[in-house]
Nanobody, 116 residues
Framework: QVQLVESGGGLVQAGGSLRLSCEASGRVFTINVMGWYRQAPGQERELVAQITRGGSPTYADSVKGRFTISKDTTKDTMSVNLQMNSLKPEDTAVYFC????????WGQGTQVTVSS
């Protein structure tokens, strides 16, 4: 089992920045990939960015050049951070942390709202 705890999010004006963090605990040695997904009202959940245990990142085209994902690993935890710059109103969504072992684990979600 893997447990995920998210922090960050909130309300920001367009052009501003926010930072999301997610810490995984439990069987972190089984985690292959961690990342962030988002879901806006009436839309499907979509990948924002993910990073492998080895440190290789992947970004959605819509956030390339604006968002940066990073990870930290300790003996008992693994965490990912998402630095979001130059935010746009279309980035407004609930952001979910995810960890993939041989199944997906999800965080509870955190709201990001970008006002125009």
């Amino acid at each position: 089992q893997v447990q995920l705890v998210e922090s960050g999010g909130g309300l920001v004006q367009a052009g501003g920045s926010l930072r999301l963090s997610c810490e995984a605990s439990g069987r972190v040695f089984t985690i292959n990939v961690m990342g962030w997904y988002r879901q806006a009202p009436g839309q499907e959940r979509e990948l924002v960015a993910q990073i492998t245990r080895g440190g290789s990142p992947t970004y959605a085209d819509s956030v390339k050049g604006r968002f940066t994902i990073s990870k930290d690993t300790t003996k008992d935890t693994m965490s990912v951070n998402l630095q979001m710059n130059s935010l746009k109103p279309e980035d407004t969504a609930v952001y979910f942390c995810a960890a993939y072992t041989w199944e997906y684990y999800w965080g509870q979600g955190t709201q990001v709202t970008v006002s125009s």
